[in-house]
């Protein structure tokens, strides 16, 4: 029997054949579909956001992030899009509300909050990942803008007191 795929994605498959109103029964095969692979990513509100080689974002989150390639699979289908400063780190942050917004070749997920600088990005559809390093995101670098309380002014030098630091990114 001679088949062609559909659209997909996925290793591994399982699948069955169905033949004069018959259906066999699954069975696994080494079908597989190409990974996903990135080719950029942008974070349209930063400045340079479509042209740097590696950027920074808001170490509270919340940005949109848009990460252009192939292998993204359908509309709708699950894209995790994780970031840390090597692919193999068990504790990288996840994005978050990934979603495939142009079948197969765009997908947007939502920053995590996050702090460093230098993380690869790695995008994962149905069991298959890979690492982009064409562009390193980074958090933004702390700005401290005050640092106000009792022990801001006149503390005592057997330390103790309480201070506030005040800014950004932290």
Known sequence: ??????????????????????????????LTYTKPGITSMTV??????????????????????????????DSGSIVTLNLGPVPEDPLRYVAVACTVVVPHEKAKCVLPAGVGRDHSITISVAGQSNTYMGQLISYKAPIVTGVVGPGAKEAETIGGAIVFIEGEHF
């Open 44 to 73: 349209p509100s930063e400045t340079g956001g479509n042209s740097s080689t590696d950027f920074s974002v808001n170490g509270a989150g919340g940005q949109v992030i848009e990460i252009n390639g192939n292998n993204f699979g």
């Open 1 to 30: 029997v001679k088949c062609s795929t559909g659209p997909g994605t996925g290793k591994d498959l399982a699948f069955k054949i169905k033949f004069g109103g018959q259906e066999s029964s699954s069975f696994a095969s080494n």
